[in-house]
């Protein structure tokens, strides 16, 4: 039994639960996935956005910008990377350049920092890979990018370090009501109960929602194609570009990555299918032709790999976020789209000051604020490596030669709170497998160790939990 129980362990789940995680609670969080970051979370534009596209006075716009301004110290914090590289909003048409004014009013409204409107001659200046088309655009400094697994693993590795429960491979059923005034949820790994329940289920939001309120919710599956591009052209531009809004998204935008990549996406196509992330040429053919128009020259044959990822979006577009009216106890953080990663934060805070004030907490008084990350040997100098070598020589052994990622990185991913138990839990902590050869040279090895450190067969090793595996059987025998 459980003071809050939180379903979902994506960036919005993580979030609350480090931030409960300040208070005396009993806190557990149930993930459907092998890991976090399993969902939406870990596939979308990666990008902090400076808050100037929500309708003012919204949910979206006041923890967007909320969001943002808390990420440096939350970044600092959490040690993980952030970049505000400032972000554009680019006119190709001058009979739409009114459309830029609307934006920049709109985020002096949401109280967006240091916008700024630029002639075509200021745009080139900053940004000469852009098209010759472009009219206008505008700049917001506040924009940056980041990389959503590692705030998501950060969160929930600090709000485990805090005490927080992760029970993964846990999947909701049902929700009910006791007659103890308790929430009891059927999973199938048996039942929890909590005073209070979180609903933070990404596109199954609406299907745990609908557990509980006769008020039915429904969202929409919106999927999103994106490509990403070698480091060998991250540089090609340095802000991230997006195009100007329609009413399915902000677009397809062109933007550096916080690891130096270069990333294109994504589409909007709205499907119904909850795990309907399979890529499509057309959706592929569709965000070339899209971000062409903006950026020149755009270098396409240098795409390293695909993927997609969906929205949970709603028709109103909005975050949905407290408690359910016809379900007292229950609170939902539903239709978390863009720009739910850059208000993540900001959600958590919001979350735990509700729960607050229902459940009269108090703080704790040894909670850790801060959480270090993986050792990274990138950056560092020839002494600072043979230093770190002598203490523990597994540093000495690179695993994933793209990327340049050690037997000591990985090895520090699998034995740290929450660590890896798949190759993408791997991948997702140390970024080994997510360069030029997408992890065809070091999965082998990858699987040596996460086989020996754990004391799994191969034949158990996944590539994503479930029923991923990569070794089906042997056609030897032991040697």
């Known amino acids: ?37 399993e969902g939406t979370s870990k596939a979308n534009s990666a990008i902090v956005h400076a808050g100037f596209d929500a309708d003012e006075g919204s949910l979206m716009a006041k923890l967007n910008v909320r969001g943002n301004e808390m990420m440096d110290d939350l970044a600092k914090d959490l040690d993980i990377p952030f970049k505000r590289n400032g972000s554009m909003v ?25 916008l700024k409107l630029l002639s075509k001659e200021e745009v080139l200046e900053l940004e000469p890979n852009l098209s010759e088309n472009v009219e206008g655009a505008l700049l917001a400094p506040t924009g940056g990018i980041i990389c959503p697994f590692e705030l998501t693993i950060a969160m929930a590795e600090n ?22 005034g308790l929430w009891h949820l059927r999973t199938n790994n048996g039942e929890y109960k909590a005073k209070y329940v979180v609903n933070a289920a990404g596109v199954y939001a609406d299907k745990i929602h609908n557990m509980v309120s006769a008020d039915k919710m429904h969202i929409i599956e919106r999927r999103g194609d ?5 480091k060998e052209v991250g540089g090609h531009v340095s802000h991230t570009i997006f195009p100007q809004p329609t009413k399915y998204g902000k677009g397809v935008l062109v933007t550096p990555t916080v690891h130096g990549n270069l990333l294109v996406g994504p589409t909007a196509i709205d499907i119904e299918n909850k795990e309907g992330t399979a890529t499509t040429a057309e959706g592929i053919d569709a965000l070339t032709a899209k971000a062409s128009e903006n950026v020149r020259n755009l270098p396409m044959r240098n795409v390293i790999t695909s993927f997609a990822g969906l929205r949970a979006h709603l028709e109103q577009h909005e975050f949905v976020i407290g408690e359910v009216k016809d379900a007292p106890c229950f609170i939902d953080v539903a239709g978390i789209e ?21 459940m009269s907490l108090k703080e704790k008084e040894n909670w850790i604020s801060t959480r270090k990350g993986i050792t990274r040997t990138e950056g560092l100098s020839i002494e600072e490596m043979n230093a770190l070598i002598k203490e523990n020589p ?29 190759l993408d839990g791997v991948k997702r902590r140390t970024r080994a497998g997510m360069g030029r050869c997408q992890a065809g040279f070091c999965s082998p090895r990858t699987m040596d160790i996460l086989s020996r450190e754990l004391g ?24």
């Open 338 to 358: 863009s720009p739910g990663l850059s208000a993540s934060p900001a959600i958590g805070e919001m979350v735990s000051e509700m729960l607050k004030e229902k």
């Open 394 to 422: 597994a540093y000495g052994t690179i695993v994933c030669r793209c990327e340049s990622i050690t037997e000591g990185e990985i090895l520090d991913a699998i034995h740290r709170p929450l660590g890896a138990r798949s």
């Open 226 to 230: 994106y490509c990403l591009l070698d």
């Open 1 to 37: 039994m459980y003071d809050v129980i939180v379903i979902g362990a994506g960036v919005s789940g993580c979030a609350v639960a480090r931030w409960l995680s300040r208070y005396e609670l009993n806190v557990c969080v149930l993930e459907k996935c092998e890991d976090v970051c």
């Open 456 to 479: 799994l067969s191969y034949e158990e090793i996944t590539k994503s939990g479930g029923k991923s595996n990569i070794v089906i059987e042997r056609t030897k025998g032991e040697v």
């Open 159 to 180: 709000a485990n370090e805090n005490g927080v429960e992760f029970r993964f491979n846990t999947r909701v059923e049902d929700i009910k009501k006791g007659e103890d």
């Open 90 to 114: 680019v006119c190709i048409h001058k009979d739409e350049l009114d459309g830029l004014k609307v934006l920049y009013e709109r985020g002096v409204k949401n109280g967006v920092k240091g």
